[in-house]
């Protein structure tokens, strides 16, 4: 089977709205949304192999950028979508220079941890760009003067944009950067006897993840159209974190099953206080202990072209 | 200006005492057995909550419920480390510390399904009154929690250098290879530790009870001063870790005060990033770091 | 280096706090020489090795390759500019297949850039044209239906031959072979010595090697070069090694 036939899915799902009332279609712009999230999450944690615990800091600096840029400068949405990029690329930049000192494990874990709260503390405290803990609406949003004013269109934007970061990604991963990544997770020091230049590589790493994440926050502003600092603090990431687990650590195709049902199990079932928490912690733990590569590599059991390969041809 | 200065210093250690406390609890559960416990600060409220239920749900004195809020924590970091921890040992890191964190958000849903959002006031078994001291004033929180954390390392300090006891768990936290070739049971050893971890740590939200109104967010702040006072510290130090709570408390009073109120809460997300930029081994502890 | 003069090391010293590991060890490798280095354990070997690859700073001395100071340089500038290592035990990349562990061996010399890879052409045909590349030295060696199998899977054996393939895939004038002999069979040691034999005469590689294998050394070396207490104490055949007084009182002293 050809990995070109993975390309039938978004045409597949296309006609797919026309069966969704908006509730449903809501849901499922929700599930694109999460896939560069888990892309650019797993970029940094399952190829790149370092615990970096600070994804909710790029998808937050993504949507507020984008909703601020919209709202104070009354940019069209799809002119914030580069801007969002750039910014959450930027905080990844930053986020791996304890990395590049050679920061690893526990201390960096804790270390993006704490950046990624202060980021929350800045949305709450610079109220007049975020509008503080009440938070802010975001205006409206537009495609080159084409009104995003239903799901269901913002849904084929949110398609394209999820397309096309999914393509880059698998270009960057199907390449000596890619390699090079995963060769830095499996042994450093034989890496760089390879030739690898592993603090370009680091940087790389953590900035594209930085900026796909931040592309999925751009994406989060105009889907729920209100941004407010309790969206992106620690309930968030254990979220983040059962996309990537239960999808497969280091998959695209895990990026995109671990969205998909993060996304949909909350509605499937009753919601209560805490639900968040409890099922992704108790999924997590179970995952960790009977599924420790996430379901992706159940995937890859069933069929080889499930695999997720890093080189061409 | 200077005159203040008595003022903050006192109330920070204050505060350092309790910080001390739950950099302690989280540093033995390092030093025992080398994970991180991202969860820890959701056992720290859970004890708190759990002294709640015990005190003011079924009606128990004030003393019995703290000692079953320890001994339930007990028991959770007990069985969190034999049975999900313990099968995973040998492997990454990061599933180290996801399962950690995992079993932290599943007592902070736990937490959040029975109280909601609501915020429950602080309870205390004693009068609350303040004393001055010149200028200084000085609460009966400030007593009782300095007081009970002092009696609590002075305890702690006869267990690990005076009994037998402590002088096993010293050389098990020193090489525990060495301790496997005497006889001693390091599997166990290591749930014992988490266990005694999570029981100390429900301590500190006991504490946290008496002072502060809970919600079961309390975790997410707890664990951030936690790791920042150990960041101080130097991880994996028993004494560095009391040391970098008090004085995180001090330093935060301090900032918060001459420079700007906001150091009081971002204090706490600060330190772990400035002091592990510029010294990646903590302030006095050992390297976590890879030179390639 | 006009007269095939590879590897040049002078008085090079490398100290661990007090401890001095490597003492003023001088000598020379030649394009197509196989060099053996040996000595007791603790003898600097292992320290004198990182400090040709970069892994380890000398604190003094002088380290050419090919006419160039090296000691300066980090492990993958060295890398690049031709002198390759493999490791004594898990220098492959587990989670890799055989394939895509051959292809990072290929990592600079591949033309792929950040931007040509997003946007497609010549990057592609690089990326196209290097794995076509592994694929025929992995079929070279013999190893080819290994490809898509996962280093880590591999048998020991197996494992070592990856790692030599993927140290020589860049066609390196110089090759430091960390005890490749290692937890291999006889069969497996022979035909160790066979490729070893076969890279320095027929491709003019320079091999450097750390050996404890002494039938290994003795059938395949063309000098040996022998540490004792960080200094260097015999630099010549294996035979005139094998009689040397200083030598075997150099290993029983440490017996």
């Known amino acids: 089977m050809d990995r070109r036939l993975f390309w039938l899915v978004p045409l597949a799902l296309l006609p797919v709205p026309l069966w969704l009332n908006p509730y449903q279609q809501y849901v499922l712009n929700t599930a694109l949304v999460y896939i560069p999230v888990g892309i650019g999450f797993n970029l940094v944690v399952g190829n790149l192999g370092l615990l970096a615990f600070s994804n909710v800091a790029y998808f937050g600096l993504g949507a507020y950028t984008s909703g601020v840029l919209m709202a104070q400068l009354g940019m069209p949405w799809w002119m914030t979508i580069i801007p969002a990029a750039s910014v959450g690329g930027l905080a990844g930049s930053i986020a791996s220079i304890p990395a590049l000192r050679g920061v690893r494990l526990f201390y960096l874990a804790i270390m993006t941890l704490a950046f990624g709260e202060l980021m929350r503390w800045t949305y709450i405290r610079w109220e007049a760009l975020t509008g503080g803990s009440m938070g802010m609406a975001v205006p409206t949003a537009d495609l080159l003067g084409w009104p995003l004013d239903s799901d269901r269109r913002k849904f084929y934007v949110f398609l394209a944009l999820v397309v096309l970061t999914l393509t880059l990604t698998d270009r960057l991963m199907r390449s000596r950067f890619g390699r090079a990544f995963l060769a830095i997770k499996d042994n450093e020091i034989s890496a760089a006897a390879m030739g690898v230049a592993t603090d370009r590589y680091i940087v790389l790493a953590f900035a594209w993840g930085g900026a796909v994440v931040g592309i999925g926050g751009a994406m989060f502003a105009i889907s729920v159209g209100h941004l407010s600092p309790v969206s992106f603090d620690l309930t968030e990431l254990i979220r983040q974190f059962a996309i990537i687990m239960v999808g497969g650590l280091g998959s695209l195709i895990g990026a995109i099953i671990g969205a998909a049902i993060i996304t949909v199990a909350p509605q499937v079932f009753i919601s209560f206080p805490g639900f968040d928490e409890l099922v992704f912690g108790i999924l997590i733990v179970l995952v960790i202990l009977f599924l420790p590569r996430g379901l992706s590599s159940l995937l890859a059991r069933v069929h080889p072209a499930f695999t997720d390969r890093f080189y061409r041809g | ?292 | ?255």
């Open chain 3, 1 to 255: 280096m006009a007269d095939g003069t590879l590897l040049q090391l002078r008085d090079v010293t490398v100290r661990f706090g007090g401890l001095i590991a490597v003492d003023s060890v001088s000598f020379n490798l030649h394009a197509g020489e196989i060099c053996a280095l040996i000595g007791p354990n603790g003898a600097g070997k292992t320290t004198l090795f990182n400090s040709i690859s970069g892994n380890v700073i000398a604190d003094s001395g002088s380290i050419l390759f090919r006419g160039e100071e090296i000691r300066h340089l980090t492990p993958h500038e060295i890398s690049a500019r031709g002198a390759r290592r493999t490791f004594q035990n898990g220098g492959l990349f587990p989670e890799l297949t055989a394939l895509e562990n051959i292809l990072v061996g290929l990592h600079a010399q591949i033309d792929s850039s950040f931007l040509g890879l997003l946007f497609g052409g010549k990057s592609v045909a690089a990326e196209l044209a290097a794995t076509q590349q592994a694929r025929e030295l992995l079929d070279l060696m013999g190893i080819g239906a290994m490809a898509n199998q996962k280093a880590g899977a591999l048998s020991g054996g197996q494992q070592r031959m990856v790692e030599i393939v993927r140290a020589l895939a860049t066609n390196p004038p110089l090759l430091l072979l960390d005890e490749p002999a290692v937890g291999l069979a006889p069969l497996g040691r022979q035909q160790l010595a066979t490729v070893i034999h076969m890279l320095a005469r027929e491709r003019g590689i320079g091999i450097l090697l750390i050996e404890h294998a002494i039938e290994l050394v003795m059938s395949v070396a063309d000098r040996v070069i022998v540490l004792n207490d960080g200094r260097k104490v015999a630099d010549a055949s294996p035979e005139e090694v094998r009689a040397d007084r200083t030598v075997l009182e150099a290993y029983l002293g440490h017996a």
């Open chain 2, 1 to 292: 200006m200077l005159t203040l200065l008595p003022q903050l210093v006192v109330s920070g250690t204050s505060t350092g005492m309790l910080y001390a406390l739950i950099a302690l609890s989280m540093t033995v559960v390092y030093r025992a057995t080398t994970v991180v416990n991202f969860g820890h600060g959701d056992m720290v409220a859970a004890g708190a909550y759990a002294v709640f239920v015990f005190s003011l749900g079924f009606g128990l004195p004030f003393l019995i419920a703290m000692l079953l809020a320890i001994a339930v924590l007990f028991v959770a970091g007990f069985a969190t480390q034999h049975f999900l921890l313990q099968p995973i040992v040998a492997g990454p890191h990061l599933s180290l510390a996801m399962m950690a964190l995992a079993v932290g958000y599943t007592l902070r849903g736990m937490l959040r399904l029975e109280w909601g959002n609501e915020t429950m006031n602080p309870s205390r078994p004693y009068p609350q009154d303040v004393y001055m001291f010149g200028t200084v004033v000085v609460t009966t929180d400030d007593v009782v929690i300095c007081g009970f954390v002092l009696v609590l390392l002075a305890a702690l300090f006869v267990l690990l250098q005076v009994t037998p006891l402590g002088k096993v768990i010293q050389a098990t936290f020193q090489s525990q290879r060495g301790a496997a070739l005497v006889g001693i049971n390091v599997p166990l050893f290591h749930a014992l530790m988490w266990g005694g971890g999570a029981a100390l740590g429900a301590l500190g939200g006991v504490m946290l009870s008496m002072i502060t109104p809970l919600t079961p967010d309390l975790g997410q702040w707890t664990l951030v001063q936690g790791f920042a006072a150990m960041t101080l510290g130097g991880f994996g130090s028993l004494g560095g870790a009391v040391a970098g709570g008090i004085l995180l408390g001090i330093t935060e009073k301090l900032l918060g005060f001459y420079v700007n109120t906001v150091f009081i809460e971002i204090t706490g997300y600060l330190v772990p990033i400035i002091v592990l930029m510029l010294r990646p081994q903590g302030l006095f502890g050992r390297r976590m770091t890879v030179r390639v």
